[in-house]
């Protein structure tokens, strides 16, 4: 289970709130298909701008960009057809 990895520390849960609520807002107005969510991992994005997103979301993940204009760095699995 998820939190299994978190309390084995093998999964680190970075927190995000309150030091990024005014770039969520920003996120949020800027885009308005954009939901809390996807505001945190693009906020978390700059944070940790070496790392890369797992995401099967390429519908919006190919549209937000960081702070810096950039792309969200992503790894976008095929989805199997139904």
Do not use: W
């Amino acid at each position: 289970m998820l939190m299994d990895l978190v309390e084995n520390d093998v999964l680190h849960v970075h927190p995000v709130f309150p030091d990024q609520t005014k770039r969520l807002r920003e996120l949020l107005n800027k885009y308005d298909r954009m939901d809390l969510a996807d505001a945190t991992l693009v906020a978390l994005s700059e944070q940790y701008p070496q790392a890369k997103l797992i995401t099967i979301d390429e519908k919006d993940f190919t549209i937000y960009r960081r702070r810096d204009g950039h792309p969200v760095p992503c790894i976008m699995p095929k989805q199997q057809p139904a």
